[in-house]
């Protein structure tokens, strides 16, 4: 399979609790981006990198969020002290350097009680 | 900053009938991109059909063709001999040239009946 791959599928947590998420882009991809989806609402952009330098983010991502991308490659999401708040659909795309068609990844389900 | 409406929550359409789905955008934007995506109840986008807002001729894909009207800021998605496995939610979605900020609309629920 060479799409986009998340992990986990789903998470559940405490409210409190840090929980990281990650991604696998298209291998080669050199754009990565991160998005957010509540129920009813279309994905909001959090933060894009350009292989390993994150390029932007959106305000939507407060200090309590951080996304790495090492090495280029896969891509974690972390958020740290979770509030109910928190609780969405984060997704994953990729695109190659120049194109504007994102490929994204099923989703990471996150339910904070 | 670019907003992205769409009007309609719910549709529903009868199986082989056709359906056509509205989008408005607001941008000052000469150059850009327009999008409609597809998200299936396994949550998966997956990208529709694509226009590029200096091209005049609408895009189309097989059985899925837009109508952009630039002037206008719509660009609304037809559904022609609608599937049984066209059911999903739709989103459009505007992308400035150079930008990788893409913006959704908060979607449309179509429903294909049998």
């Known amino acids: 399979d060479t799409g986009v791959s998340q992990n986990p599928r789903h998470k559940i947590t405490k409210r409190g609790q840090n929980v990281t998420f990650r991604c696998d882009p298209i291998s080669e991809h050199n754009r990565l981006y991160w998005y957010r989806q509540t129920l009813g609402q279309g994905p909001e952009f959090l933060t894009y990198?350009?292989?390993?330098?994150?390029?932007?983010k959106s305000r939507l991502l407060s200090d309590r969020f951080s996304a790495e991308r090492p090495k280029g490659s896969f891509s974690t999401l972390e958020i740290q002290r979770t509030e109910q708040g928190d609780s969405a659909m984060y997704l994953c795309a990729s695109s190659p350097t120049g194109g504007e068609k994102l490929f994204f990844g099923s989703g990471t389900q996150l339910s904070v009680l | 900053a670019q907003t992205v409406t769409q009007s309609q929550p719910e549709m529903s359409v009868q199986e082989a009938e056709t359906v056509t789905l509205s989008c408005t955008y607001d941008t000052s934007e000469s150059n850009y991109y327009l999008f409609w995506y597809k998200q299936p109840p396994s949550r998966q986008m997956i990208l529709v059909i694509r226009?590029?807002?200096?091209?005049?001729q609408n895009a189309t894909e097989n059985r899925f063709s837009v109508n952009f009207q630039k002037a206008a800021k719509s660009f609304s998605l037809k559904i022609s001999d609608s599937q049984l496995g066209d059911t999903a939610m739709y989103f459009c979605a505007f992308m400035k040239y150079n930008n990788n900020d893409m913006r959704f609309g908060a979607g449309t629920r179509l429903t294909v009946k049998p």
């Open positions: 990198f350009q292989n390993e330098a994150q390029l932007e």
């Open positions: 226009q590029e807002a200096y091209k005049q």
